[in-house]
């Protein structure tokens, strides 16, 4: 009893699109193999093709592999089965009739100005999101793009901006009405008012999430969805830049890193592991052969010593690496949480030992707050100098490195013009069991301007580290 | 890869789904009723990823009891082994068999050979229980992520073909076909492979609108204004990037614990006193009690 419309697939058709849609998913970045895309097929026959939302789950559970995957999916999906599948208008006017009829539509439906407009639909804004129904609040923001979002016409057809939205209704400062709206009197100040402002960010995200869904269908329609395909996938979760992550980016980001740590972590503590049968332990075997009729079927062996890994982190916490530090900071933490052989030091123009702020279950964040206030990072003027701080830590931890020690540096060796002492870093990797400088720089900026990464690179390995995934390659071949 | 034509879909629609899996006590989403339909329609094993209490075990039981079929439960966890998960030879009572023969004359080498390696000295595991049964079965490999990567290779031969193969008994095929659960915490990513041959569902936190209907139908005596507040809460303290987000298990055992506690209102103390139902780190605890003003 497969869905009543089964449209024979014929090529450009309903195959022809679906193909365009896979296609369009694998150019995100998502990979998706042949069998996935002849199961994508298969799916097209069994889901209802009249319920949208369907066929979206439907394909997301052949064509995805994993969670981050899905946002830049239902973007593409958007574009590609658009809400109302209304036939492409010739630019212009005539186009947008097919709008019409919509509920509140006609309520707005008065000359005036722009300013005027805009405080009505304020207004019904405010009530919209005090509501919370969200798909009144789609079906606002279309209609708030259609009024309100258009951009000077051109002759390649009508533009459609959000920001133009947004600007005139400026839901941000709806907050405090809407705050004063969810919350009764004597309830500021509080846990009632923190969870109303989470309540209201979400319904505030939604709506801004919604008017650029809206922009982006707009525009798919006008000029062509591949163009906007291009420009409106954001990357992939792992493929963003450490250096350039936006605060939208960062719980993203802590999200794709967190399994990775414990992946690191996993892997070493796999290491420790091999070859866990020692020595054939005598005794024990013949006490478990009495079992069996004093037949030695099963042996026993004896645990073999295992190698404690030490761990010296050596992290650069100033400005220009804010957000790439962070993540090793919390990379540390998740080794921190496995081997007691960890220690990490933290350098701006000065070195100090920040171990203590990484115990087993503190908070990374706070880590970070606190090695900002209370480590000795800064002794001069708070701008990086590699060659100071590697001194210090030579000079203050001699013993910290030492046969058994892995050494991880991590920091965009840009000096500031200063001398990067080399000969320090060349002799702790000379005492080190092994030793990795991970760069969140691109590789072809090495050396450029104040950067000494392409003459420390003589010494120690340096390896590009501009994002999660780049760190996912260097944890498997540690 | 032909298929055993053995099985049959249990689901006519998705709409089906849903009903069939709320009466069995599990609400899914447009996005969870659609995929368990296809898997269901399509005969491929569902992978099931998400954080931990987001119900993907509770999932599978669902569907078991929705179905009417038996739950076989396959726990994964480092070192799981193929003498663990499909199958191995009882030696012990293979030992017993071989001694006991040792007295009578008549036994040659042949007949205790053929008699040792019979379905008596057979341990079945659960891969093994699940193929071998003619009743509905949901098979639940819960934790696959826990699991080592050889063990992924055993599920990738079980899955595609849902037939093992014994050198001294040959080779079983499922008479009929299990529906096949995965779960996974994404501690670990499969390998491509097993995730080609399944059907990919996301499991996060629900939504606010879902997460109470969940509360309302588990812990039916608690008062609807109240499970309002008690997800709103938990929305914001999932939004506070803790080491554990509170799970909707977790958000069941507080509702439960303010209707066994008589608390008709969550207030700052209320919430203070009652935090360790959902959070169980201290340093969540301590965040949750700064970011949400409680003290």
Known sequence: MSAPVVPSPEPGGLAGHLDGFVRAVRDAGIPVGISQAVDAAEILTVVDLLDREQLRHGLAAVLLQRAAQRPTYDVLFDLWWPLSDRPVAPAGEGGEDGEGGEPGESTLDLPGSDADLAELMRDQLLQLLMDGDEEALRRFARLAVERLGRGQPSPSGQSFFSYRVLRALSPDTLVSQLLAGLLAEGDRGGLAEQVARQTVRERLAALRAA??????????????????????????????????AQSSDLAELRRAVAPLARRLAVRLSARRRLGREGRLDFRKTVRASLGTGGVPVVTHHRPRKVHKPELVVLCDVSGSVAGFSHFTLMLTQALREHFTGVRAFAFVDSTDEVTRF?????????????????????????????GNAFEVFADRWPAAIGPKTSLLVLGDGRTNYRPPGLPVVADMVRRSRSAHWLNPEPRRLWGSGDSAADRYGEVIDMVECRNAAQLAEFVTTL | ????????????????????????????????????????????????????????????????????????????????????????????????????????????????????????????RPLLTAIRRTEPTVLLIDETDKADVEVEGLLLEVLSDFQVTIPELGTITATRRPMVVLTSNATRELSEALKRRCLYLALDYPSAEREREIVLSRVPDLAPGLAEQLVRIIRALRALELKKSPSISETLDWAQTLLELGLDTLDEAAVRSTLGVVLKHASDQDRAAAELRLN
């Open chain 1, 211 to 244: 008017i650029e869904a809206e922009v982006r269908r707009r525009t798919a329609a006008e000029k062509g969805r591949d163009k906007v395909a291009k420009n409106a996938v954001r990357p992939l979760a792992d493929q963003v830049d450490f250096l350039r």
């Open chain 1, 358 to 386: 990484f115990r087993p279950g503190a908070d990374v964040a706070d880590a970070v707050t606190r090695i900002g206030r209370e480590a000795d990072v800064v002794s001069f003027d708070g701008h990086s100098d590699y």
């Open chain 2, 1 to 124: 890869m032909a298929r055993p034509p053995t099985q049959f879909p249990q689901f006519s629609s998705v709409g089906d789904v849903e009903k069939r899996l709320s009466e069995a006590g599990y609400l899914p989403d447009a996005q969870i009723a659609t995929t368990v339909f296809l898997a269901d329609r399509l005969g491929k094993p569902l992978l099931v990823e998400g954080p931990a209490g987001t119900g993907k075990t509770e999932l599978a039981k669902a569907l078991a009891t929705a179905t009417g079929a038996e739950l076989i439960r396959l726990q994964c966890y480092e070192g799981l082994d193929e003498a663990r998960a499909l199958y191995e030879w009882n030696y012990k009572k293979q030992l017993l068999r071989i001694q006991a023969s040792q007295g009578t004359d008549g036994a040659d080498w042949d007949t205790v050979h053929d008699d040792i390696f019979g379905e008596e000295f057979l341990l079945s």
